[in-house]
T-cell receptor
Framework: GDSVTQMEGPVTLSEEAFLTINCTYT??????LFWYVQYPGEGLQLLLK?????DKGSNKGFEATYRKETTSFHLEKGSVQVSDSAVYFC????????????FGQGTTLQVKP | GAVVSQHPSWVICKSGTSVKIECRSL??????MFWYRQFPKQSLMLMAT?????????EQGVEKDKFLINHASLTLSTLTVTSAHPEDSSFYIC?????????????FGSGTRLTVV
């Protein structure tokens, strides 16, 4: 079945460092891909998304490009802030349009001042 | 726009009692809602899909008699954890799919932290 694999955390960075969180997927067809962020004690918020190959999603300085050839959707940010500390989830939704989201295991990011 | 309100945000209950969690779509109609469960430091696992006016679809391994889902209107879905036990303690999150226009996508409730003592 469809699945999402993220790099294991926690990831600890200093403020203004470059961030990459790897995400790869396995799916039949061409799913839509998402990154969600979860701050402590809160629900999930959509960070960015891409719906087809080569699309780049971006928001709040974060970017991710849908790479069909490598089945990847890596999250990047050029300069992280302490306020970016959270758990990040990569997810896909299948083209069968069931509406289900399949999540990766989440990556905890801690940014130190 | 496309807000889902989930209540309560946290609840503590005694073993053997039942707990109801509500999710309301505030500014759109949600024909389908999804219920997820998240264990500490783990990912979200889909429990069931609730459909307005029909029976919910449960994922494999989820006890439908224990996790009762009702989706009686286009703006309200409820999850009732019946005869709760400590192993049911978890973070439960609902989600709705928004279709059409700029708001299309998935929106999540803020989650309910259930602690069974």
């Amino acid at each position: 079945g469809d699945s999402v694999t993220q790099m294991e955390g926690p990831v600890t960075l200093s403020e203004e460092a470059f961030l990459t969180i790897n995400c790869t997927y396995t799916a039949t067809g061409y799913p839509s891909l998402f990154w969600y962020v979860q701050y402590p004690g809160e629900g999930l918020q959509l960070l960015l998304k891409a719906t087809k190959a080569d699309d780049k999603g971006s928001n709040k300085g974060f970017e991710a490009t849908y790479r069909k050839e490598t089945t990847s959707f890596h999250l990047e940010k050029g300069s992280v802030q302490v306020s970016d500390s959270a758990v990040y989830f990569c997810a896909l939704s299948d083209r069968a349009n069931t509406g289900k989201l399949i999540f990766g295991q989440g990556t905890t990011l801690q940014v130190k001042p | 726009g496309a807000v889902v309100s989930q209540h309560p945000s946290w609840v503590i209950c005694k073993s053997g009692t039942s707990v109801k969690i509500e999710c309301r779509s505030l500014d759109f109609q949600a024909t389908t809602m999804f219920w997820y469960r998240q264990f500490p430091k783990q990912s979200l696992m889909l429990m069931a899909t609730s459909n307005e006016g029909s029976k919910a679809t449960y994922e494999q391994g989820v006890e439908k008699d224990k996790f009762l889902i009702n989706h009686a209107s286009l703006t309200l879905s409820t999850l009732t954890v019946t005869s709760a036990h400590p192993e049911d303690s978890s973070f439960y999150i609902c989600s709705a799919r928004v279709t059409g226009g700029d708001r299309s996508g998935y929106t999540f409730g803020s989650g309910t932290r259930l602690t069974v003592v």
